[in-house]
């Protein structure tokens, strides 16, 4: 599974632009050390600097959405997602031989 989730410096200025990256990178760190992480990377966009992306893949989805609710997380990831872009981060990795998720209604029962 990827986790692409882009997020906006809620002022372009450099000292705004330094905690997102430092967040950003901690962030990284924080969800490295989780079961199921594959890997992941912090980037800049090169035309709009207040606009950064955290990119992760995991093994599956239940992996990551454990890593989000984890202490570390709750506490040093979940705050700078107050300035994500809303819109949706999770994709099923397409490979040859394996099936897609099917569109349709999820049964809550």
């Not at 002022?11 to 901690?26: C, K, S």
């Not at 992760?56 to 997602?81: C, D, F, I």
């Not at 994500?84 to 999770?90: F, I, N, Q, Y």
Request: no cysteine; proline share 6%.
């Amino acid at each position: 599974m990827l986790v692409v989730t882009r997020l906006r410096t809620p002022a372009p200025d450099l000292a705004a632009e330094g905690e997102m990256r430092q967040g950003l990178l901690r962030a990284l760190g924080i969800l490295a050390t989780k079961p199921g992480y594959v890997g992941g990377e912090v980037g800049r966009n090169v035309d709009d600097p207040t606009l950064w992306v955290l990119a992760t893949r995991w093994e599956n989805v239940g992996s990551y959405r454990r890593a989000l609710g984890s202490y570390e997380a709750k506490m040093h990831v979940q705050p700078l997602m107050v300035h994500a872009l809303d819109e949706p981060s999770a994709y099923e990795l397409v490979e040859e031989g394996t099936d897609l998720n099917e569109v349709r209604p999820r049964s809550l029962g």
